[in-house]
């Protein structure tokens, strides 16, 4: 992707970047919001919010995408549809708005939503990561499923899930009727993509497999090795559609990335989900909390 991003709202941000701290610490709705520079990209950020890594950005450009399961995120952004064909995207979790960022770089005249609860996050990335004002992009500062009931039906070409309240996935983001109501807003082309955290044993990204396919007929998981042979805790990309998936592509791409993964799909999803229920509301709970040496 080109450097389309880099816009003079960038290059503004750039110029404060040289004045700023090292790290900037501000508190948001949320907790403790970090932006701490990246030592090799001059322009590039990460954000962490109560010490979790969120978000990384880089202004000079916005195609990079250095956090494994964004670039995986990534790699089913430019599958869903031919390239450079704009989309309807709706952002469920806005962090620093890095794939919201990516998408507007490598599909000009997208239109995107994100909806991020955060009103503090989103004025502190607004104000020190600014987005290129040319972008068709809205930010929406309310409650993610609330923000879902707000799309119109066969809106949105991509449903990108990355919603955390500190670190765990709220339960009412969880369940049966939540993607029902995704399954509502997609095109009947459109796709599904959450990014899920998990350790052993794995019992929460088996349910929200289930979940997934109580509402969707066609199934993907990518993640580390490790991960899904229950070594450690880490993420999981979940894509979903009602149509079939681009699965051998995405799995080339996934194997070959600079920390490669794995792409589970059919009988092997299946045998991996191991008879899990899907969840619905009345049952729905938190994602589990990462162990304290996850982030270390």
Known sequence: ??????????????????????????AVDGGL???????????????????????????????????SYQRRIGHIADLVAPAQQPLHVVHLGGGAFTLARYIAATRPRSTQQIVELDAALVQLVRRELPLDPQARIRVRSTDARAGLG????????????????????PAHLNSTEFLSDVRRVLKPTGQYVANLTDGPPLAHLRGQIATAAAVFPELALAADPAVLRGRRFGNAVLLASGLPLKVAELTRRVATDPHPGRVEHGRELADFTGGAAAVRDADARPSPAPPSSAFQ
């Open 1 to 26: 992707m080109a450097r389309r991003g880099a816009s003079s709202g960038g290059a503004n941000a750039r110029k404060r970047s040289d004045r700023r701290p090292e790290t900037l610490a501000e």
């Open 33 to 67: 919001a970090e932006l701490i520079p990246d030592r090799e990209r001059p322009h590039a950020w990460t954000l962490n919010l109560d010490g979790a890594p969120q978000s990384h950005v880089d202004l000079d450009d916005p195609t990079h995408l250095s956090f």
């Open 150 to 169: 707000k799309i119109p039906d066969d809106w949105a070409d991509l449903v990108i899930a990355d919603v955390f309240s500190g670190s765990r996935t």
